[in-house]
C-alpha cells in the first residue's frame, strides 16, 4: 500500500524511496510471470540488451525457482546501460550423493543446515529441468503437490545422513520409509521457499544399533507462510541389515506371486 507524501515548502524534493524487489523466476513460469512484481530470466536477458531498458535504479532482481546460480551469473554479466541491480545468487542444490540422485537437476534442496539440537532447515530449489515440473501437465501458477512430497523426502534423507545418523556412528545408513503424511495448507508458487525439519523422536544411537527409528515433521514455509506439513516415520538402517531384510521380502514376494499364479493359472484373479 501506497501512502501519500506531502511536499515540503523550500526543500527540493528527495528520492528515498526503497528498492523494488522483482522476483525472477524460469521461463516455464510464464503464467505466474504475469503478476506484479515478477518476471522471467528471459524477459530480463532481453530488457538488458535492450537500447532503452525497462529497468530502472530503484529495481532490485530476486532469483526464484527455475534460476541456477550460473543463469544468474550469466546474467549479472551481461552488458548493459540498464542501473538494476541483482541480489545474491541462489545458493547451489546439494549433491546428489546426499538425497539418491543420479541427476543433479532433480536435487530439491539447498543450503542444508543445522540451526538447533533437533532442528534443521534447507531451501526449496527446482531446476527448470526437474523431472517433478517437466513431466507434469499441469501449466497453472503453483508448484505441483507431488514435488513438496518429494523434496520433504530427500529432506529425511539428507539431514539423516549428515547429521543424525551420524552421531555415534560410522556407518553409512540407509533410509526406510514406514509411515508418510502430509496436510497441504497454501499454494507454494515458483518463489524463495524453505523445508523446516524438526526431530520429534530419535531410537537410542548408543552402540549404533542396525535399526535406528525417527519420527519427524517437515514444515514448507514461502513468505512467513505455513504452506505445508509433512510427518515421517522411518528407520535409518544399517546396509548389512537392510539388504538382509529387502532380500528376505523379495523371496516372500516372488513365493507368493508364484502361489497366486499356480491357483489361477488362467490368470483370472492373479496378480500381474
Known sequence: MSLPLESVPD????????????????????????????????AVAKALTTPTPPLSDQVLLVPGQGV??????????APTHCPVRFAPAPAPALDGSEVLKLRSENVLLAALREIG????????????????????TAER???????????????????TGRFLAARGVTDAYYTV??????????FVFPLPAQL??????????????????F????????????????????????PAAVFAAEAERAREAV????????????GQGAVS
Not at 541456477?68 to 554479466?77: I, M, Y
Not at 534447507?122 to 507434469?136: I, P, R, T
Open 68 to 77: 541456477t546460480g550460473e543463469d544468474w551469473q550469466t546474467l549479472a554479466a
Open 117 to 136: 539440537p533437533v532442528n534443521y532447515t534447507a531451501e526449496l530449489v527446482v531446476h527448470a529441468d526437474s523431472e517433478m515440473v517437466q513431466d507434469h
Open 11 to 42: 526543500e527540493p524534493p528527495r528520492d528515498e524511496s526503497p528498492l523494488r524487489p522483482v522476483h525472477v523466476v524460469g521461463d516455464r513460469y510464464r503464467t505466474f510471470a504475469e503478476n506484479d512484481r515478477v518476471t522471467t530470466s528471459g
Open 255 to 266: 513365493a507368493a506371486c508364484a502361489a497366486v499364479r499356480t491357483a489361477s493359472p488362467s
Open 141 to 159: 501458477q503453483h508448484l505441483p503437490g507431488m514435488l513438496l512430497m518429494e523434496a520433504s523426502c530427500q529432506m529425511i534423507i539428507a539431514v
Open 196 to 213: 523446516r525439519l524438526t526431530v520429534d523422536e530419535v531410537g537410542d544411537l548408543t552402540g549404533g544399533p542396525d535399526r535406528i527409528p
Open 215 to 238: 519420527a519427524v515433521t517437515i514444515d514448507v514455509v514461502q513468505g512467513g507462510f505455513d504452506c505445508a506439513r509433512a510427518r515421517w516415520r522411518y528407520r535409518a538402517f544399517r
Open 177 to 186: 520409509m514406514h509411515h508418510f503424511q502430509i496436510d497441504f495448507r497454501r
